[in-house]
Structure formats: structure tokens, C-alpha cells
């Protein structure tokens, strides 16, 4: 009953509006076309195409709480009041809302001589976008090549759904990995699911929330890189560790003595021990010293990232980490070497 009087109520106020308006039945002007709405919390952006420019001279959109639609052009609060974008392209509009409540809104498109639209209307229910947590090099979260995620928002209530996707290379493109799940955190390639994810590799990762209408959350973005494991070489001393990156540790105490990776990527990141026996290396890139790498420390820590090179050109490069032999802590403890595609 509040419903139908609010709509009689607000029928009366814009009936004067409507009958000093000329009536031509001829020609009739078309109501705007909405868009999915893209929600960001208390922040969305109200979309909507307009359909024959040339008659349409002004586009009023309002907004009101629920899912019944404004009665009139004259109900609920203002969301714009202007002329319309060109024909066919996407005119987009900020709007102020309360995250977990439903809105609908209505437009209307008016022409020169005052005739009014159809109305056309789209409801949301205001959502935040998810919080995308991942580690940006996978050795940061653990010695293994599977990748612990959480993407929750705790502006959303328990229950919201939300589909995560992941790009493993330009021949697969983005899939979905998980579709509506109410999960906020899960471990890519646990179980093997959806595969088992390949040292060497970069694993992109998109996280979303729709709403029941159809509006997509801003999606949050993440990249994760799997670092390559030390390879077997003469000088180094392979010791297996279950701490440690792929479960092994190469280590040299040597001057001299080197690791050699072929790489493809723009960015590459030595993973090793920082140590209180361990000391400098260099880090050389197609045969040029790009960095010093030093690795001590008072106490031992593993899978660190001590060292970094980018701004790479795009293609094949050969990585080599050298021991320096610092005078008191020689040793070199290198867990693996990440490469930035």
C-alpha cells in the first residue's frame, strides 16, 4: 500500500508538468538504453546509450531505493539532468549509494518541443569490489609452485558471490576458474585445480562480483610469478630443503663460481637465503653487470628476493648470478630465479 500511494503521490506532481506538455504522437522520441552499471562500493557508474541524437535534446535519470522504478521524471533523488551523449555511445555518470542496498533507476529522453520517453529503468544492488590479495612472486607464500588467493571485501555481506579467472598465456586467454563462488579464499593448483601450475610461468589472476541485475564489480587484478629452480651445476652444492623453493638450495662459496639461466621476460628477481655465513654475488644480464646482490644478514631468512633487474627489452636473455667470495661470509644460498613475462 506505501508503494502504490508513493506512486500516486508522486503521479500528482509531475501531472501538471506532463499536461502543459505538448502532445504530438509524432515523432515519438526514444527512451535511453542502460547499461550494466559498474558498482565500486559507495561509488558506481550510472551507464546508459542514447538512441536518435538528433531528436533527443535532454536525458533525466533518477534514482530511487528498491526495485520498483521512479514514477516520473520528477521521483526520487537527481542523477543527472543534461544533453545526451552521441548516438549510440556510452554516456556514464557518477552516482553516491549505500553498499548491500538495492536502487533502481529510471531514464527518460525528452526532444526540443518537450515530449517525453518511455521510461526505461535498471536496478543494482550496490556491491564493493573484491580486495585481490596474491603474492606477487609465488616463492613469497611458500616453497611450492601453488598460489594461496583471497579477494573478500568486508563492506560485502557473508554470501556475495563472486567468479575468479586466470590467464596462463595468450593461446588460452582469461578462463574462469571459479564462477559465483562464495569462497573468499582458495589455492590455485591445490588438488591439481585447475591444474598444476609450472615453475617458470606467470599466472595472471581477475577477481569480480555480479550482482542478481546483471552489474559487474570493478575487478581487481593480480600477477604472480613462478621463479625457475637453481639449475645443477658444477661448483654448486644441491642440498634438498623442504623450506625452500621447489624443495632444494644451491649453494656456493666460491669466487667465481655461477648460476646460468635463459630467460624470456623484462624483469628478472634473484630468490635466495639472506644469512650470516652468506655474502655478495653479481648479477650479470647478456653478459653485463646489472646489479650487486647482497645476501647477509644476522639471521637466517629463506626465499628472499634480494635482487632485481627490469625494463628488460622484450625477448631472450642469459642470467648469470657470480659469488663475489666476501671476505668473512662467502656463501651463496640461491633458491631459484623469477622472470617477469
Not at 103 to 109: A, D, M, P
Not at 149 to 162: A, C, E, F, K, R
Request: aromatic residues 6%; proline residues 8%; contains cysteine.
Amino acid at each position: 500500500m506505501g508503494d502504490r500511494l508513493r506512486l500516486l503521490a508522486a503521479a500528482a506532481l509531475v501531472a501538471p508538468l506532463l499536461a502543459a506538455t505538448p502532445a504530438h504522437a509524432d515523432p515519438v522520441v526514444a527512451a535511453p538504453v542502460p547499461q550494466p552499471v559498474v558498482l565500486a562500493g559507495t561509488h558506481v557508474a550510472v551507464r546508459w546509450r542514447n538512441v536518435d541524437d538528433a531528436q533527443v535534446v535532454r536525458v533525466v535519470v533518477r534514482r530511487i531505493d528498491g526495485t520498483l522504478p521512479p514514477a516520473s521524471p520528477a521521483d526520487g533523488g537527481a542523477v543527472f539532468d543534461g544533453p545526451p551523449a552521441a548516438d549510440g555511445a556510452l554516456q556514464v555518470v557518477a552516482d553516491s549509494v549505500t553498499v548491500g542496498a538495492t536502487f533502481t533507476y529510471g531514464f527518460w529522453s525528452f526532444d526540443a518541443l518537450g515530449n517525453i520517453s518511455v521510461e526505461s529503468s535498471h536496478s543494482i544492488k550496490a556491491t564493493a569490489p573484491p580486495l585481490l590479495v596474491a603474492p606477487v612472486s609465488a616463492s613469497d607464500g611458500g616453497p611450492t609452485t601453488r598460489v594461496a588467493l583471497s579477494w573478500s571485501n568486508p563492506d560485502n555481506p557473508t554470501g556475495t558471490p563472486y567468479t575468479v579467472k586466470y590467464w596462463s598465456g595468450p593461446d588460452t586467454g582469461w578462463v574462469i576458474w571459479l564462477l559465483d563462488t562464495t569462497a573468499t579464499h582458495a589455492v590455485f593448483g591445490a588438488s591439481a585445480s585447475p591444474f598444476v601450475p609450472v615453475a617458470g610461468a606467470n599466472y595472471r589472476f581477475e577477481v569480480l562480483s555480479q550482482d542478481p541485475y546483471g552489474n559487474d564489480t570493478q575487478h581487481a587484478l593480480a600477477t604472480v610469478v613462478e621463479p625457475l629452480d637453481t639449475p645443477v651445476t658444477r661448483g654448486w652444492t644441491t642440498l634438498r630443503s623442504a623450506r625452500r623453493w621447489a624443495g632444494t638450495v644451491a649453494v656456493a662459496r666460491k669466487a667465481g663460481a655461477a648460476l646460468t639461466w635463459h630467460v624470456v621476460g623484462s624483469q628478472v628477481t634473484v630468490v635466495a637465503d639472506r644469512c650470516p655465513g652468506c655474502g655478495k654475488a653479481l648479477l650479470q644480464v647478456d653478459g653485463r653487470t646489472r646489479a650487486v646482490v647482497d645476501t647477509h644478514a644476522a639471521t637466517l631468512f629463506v626465499r628472499q628476493q634480494v635482487g632485481s633487474v627490469g625494463h628488460l627489452a622484450q625477448g631472450s636473455h642469459t642470467v648469470r648470478l657470480v659469488v663475489v667470495g666476501t671476505t668473512g661470509h662467502p656463501a651463496l644460498q640461491v633458491d631459484g630465479l623469477a622472470v617477469l613475462d
